[in-house]
């Protein structure tokens, strides 16, 4: 008796009926890989005149200096989870002060939502993601080893924020898309 | 010779090695359906005094009005989304002021992002998964028939909005969560 194919998984890209878009279709069970944007959820968090930063110490961009940020999980709040970051990422306690920026990096199908928030104490350490981490001053930040274009749009924008009471929250700056130069 | 039994496609919950967190993996293939929570956008569109609404032509809350707002989709900004949609459900086109609100739904795991916006032109007609469109002055809006919490608590917030030049986007109402009363 021969051995049963492997299956296959959802490998097989089509439109589902009653649907306008291709999806990924598992060739064997039917099943529909929905695929959709995923959220970032992050942080800008100071202690008094300093910034926290993480240096990662995974791929991508490992070794260089990011702020505490990842994927928003089920039944997570925005904002839940950007405090969970901090913890999980710097082992810090923050607190946010509302919403600094929403950026839209349609390349890798991300919306990224950063706070504004303050640390509860400067008491942070690296969690398991992180090399090490900092809490600099603003002519401290090591910007050519900043990790991605979002982390320093959105370190501009809470710098910015800070001699206003009242912030608005900014989106890209005019003309960017996060995409990474090459090269 | 035994007809293969069906593949099930990802029905098993269990915690991928180097996860921290239980995903649906396929006991067939192995595949593991990461799921996120969705990014909803959509809009609060004007012209002059009323504001464009959506009668559902599809459940949940067939019959009910909303606005103009739906799923993102890959490769797509939350801007260019909220665009599409009121095309799509509204037969309308907009133009963006700004946003006017993000609303965490954690119980259907999804995080919604509202704009304001204004209508090119009063011309707007269903699409396809709407009954009729309308463009209601604020004290025209039919409150009782409204589709979702978030919806009333957009309208709100966009009438707020209005007294001011520069507007904060707004977060759920303190206490509210999005979840529909039962009964």
């Excluded at 890209?13 to 959709?36: H, K, M, Q, S, T």
Aim: with cysteine; glycine share 6%.
């Amino acid at each position: 008796m021969p051995a049963d194919p492997p299956a296959r998984g959802p490998t097989v890209r089509r439109i589902p009926e009653g649907d306008d878009r291709a999806r990924l279709v598992c060739p064997d069970c039917g099943f529909i890989n929905y695929e959709n944007p995923k959220v970032v959820v992050g942080s800008v968090a100071r202690w008094e005149e300093r910034i926290l930063m993480v240096r990662r110490a995974i791929e991508p961009r490992s070794g260089f200096w990011t702020l505490p940020a990842g994927y928003l999980e089920l039944h997570e709040t925005t904002e839940a989870g950007a405090v969970r970051e901090a913890a999980e990422e710097a082992e810090a306690e923050i607190e946010l002060e509302g919403l600094l920026a929403v950026y839209n990096i349609p390349r890798i199908s991300q919306v990224q939502l950063i706070y504004r928030a303050r640390l509860v104490s400067p008491k942070v350490a690296p969690g398991a993601e992180a090399h090490e981490v900092a809490l600099y001053r603003w002519e401290e930040i090591p910007w050519n080893l900043v990790a991605f274009p979002s982390v320093r749009w959105a370190l501009h924008h809470f710098h910015d924020s800070l001699a206003q009471p009242h912030w608005t929250p900014q989106t890209n700056p005019p003309g960017e898309t996060g995409a990474i130069a090459s090269g």
